[in-house]
Nanobody
Framework: QVQLVESGGGLVQPGGSLRLSCGASGILFHLYLMGWYRQAPGKERELVATISRHGDTNYVDSVAGRFTISRDNAKNTAYLQMNRLKPEDTAVYYC???????????WGQGTQVTVSS
């Protein structure tokens, strides 16, 4: 079964940290560009970070320097380390995988991140 499963979300105080994980099954993980997106209430889904099969990374300006995306191809897992969290980081975070050959995408079910005191 082809799927992505996120975990690691939760409630954290401003300035705190969380680490999200995205486990993949049913795909050749190393052939996928992996990304994290987020969607806050009343807003459109936005791209947060991406990582290529070789580890090249890109970040949206609002998280650069605070978030780190990584991947472990041996474990079929992508990660998003989030530090110095702010209330405006509150959103549902989604993992996305995009096949580098045919462009087909896969979405996870999302995990809620809430930053609040």
């Amino acid at each position: 079964q082809v799927q992505l499963v996120e975990s690691g979300g939760g409630l954290v105080q401003p300035g705190g940290s969380l680490r999200l994980s995205c486990g993949a099954s049913g795909i050749l993980f190393h052939l996928y560009l992996m990304g994290w997106y987020r969607q806050a209430p009343g807003k459109e889904r936005e791209l947060v970070a991406t990582i290529s099969r070789h580890g090249d990374t890109n970040y949206v300006d609002s998280v650069a320097g605070r978030f780190t995306i990584s991947r472990d191809n041996a474990k079929n897992t992508a990660y998003l380390q989030m530090n110095r969290l702010k209330p405006e980081d509150t959103a549902v975070y989604y993992c996305n995988g995009k096949n580098i050959f045919d462009g087909r995408g896969i979405w996870g079910q999302g995990t809620q991140v809430t930053v609040s005191s």
